[in-house]
């Protein structure tokens, strides 16, 4: 009986891209002017560190990378979010 495995992976150039699209995104909302905000990508840890002031705009930080992740092919669900912050 044949079988076959289903292997998914994600390409590193396309999350750099949509971090980098989303620290653009960033930079042009006026809700995040004046305020401390940043998206980081450490590819060494294949991780990517949001901070900001409060939890409703870290809720708002994490809304923009999933729409740039979504963006760029990759699917949101791929990102390994915690429960608490």
Do not use: Y
């Not at 930079?27 to 840890?45: C, G, H, P």
């Not at 409703?56 to 990378?65: A, K």
């Amino acid at each position: 009986m044949p079988s076959f495995d289903i292997v998914s992976e994600i390409t590193m150039h396309e999350v750099r891209n949509a971090v980098e699209n989303a620290q653009r995104d960033l930079s042009n909302r006026w809700d995040f002017k004046n305020v401390q905000a940043s998206i980081e990508l450490n590819e060494k840890t294949e991780s990517i560190k949001l901070s900001t002031e409060s939890d409703f705009q870290l809720e708002q930080l994490l809304d923009i990378l999933r729409n740039a992740c979504i963006k760029r092919g990759i699917d949101s669900s791929s990102l390994d979010i915690p429960t608490e912050f």
